[in-house]
């Protein structure tokens, strides 16, 4: 199992960024996945959470009316859409698998690398 995240990079405040999360050999115990972030000096916080089949979806207050969740199963592939990015946005957002809706780190079983989001002001 592995997990690929990718699209970050460099953006202004106000901007817009869309993430990526690939998944090769996936399960059938990974029926959510979720994105998290690291600021740093900061501990990894919950940022979303998407089903595959897109029924259902979650986000944190944070970042809720400015980021949307989206997933194609077709390409085992989630993406987290971030708009008006704030420069408290910037972190390592990381994404997740788990078995069950949830918002912990803990009921992740599996997590990709990390891609570095920066927001100028």
């Known amino acids: 199992v592995q997990l690929q995240a990718s699209g970050g990079g460099l953006v202004q405040a106000g901007g817009s960024l869309r993430l990526a999360c690939a998944v090769s050999?996936?399960?059938?115990?990974?029926?959510?996945m979720g994105w998290f972030r690291q600021a740093p000096g900061k501990e990894r916080e919950f940022v979303a959470y998407?089903?595959?089949?897109?029924?259902?979806?979650y986000f944190a207050p944070s970042v809720m009316g400015r980021f949307t969740a989206s997933s194609d199963n077709a390409r085992n592939t989630v993406y987290l859409q971030m708009n008006k990015l704030k420069p408290e946005d910037t972190a390592v957002y990381y994404c997740?698998?788990?078995?069950?809706?949830?918002?912990?780190?803990?009921?992740?079983?599996?997590w990709g690398q990390g891609t570095l989001v920066t927001v100028s002001s």
């Open positions: 050999g996936r399960t059938s115990s990974m029926l959510v």
């Open positions: 997740g698998a788990a078995p069950h809706i949830a918002t912990s780190i803990g009921n992740y079983n599996y």
């Open positions: 998407i089903t595959w089949s897109g029924s259902s979806s």
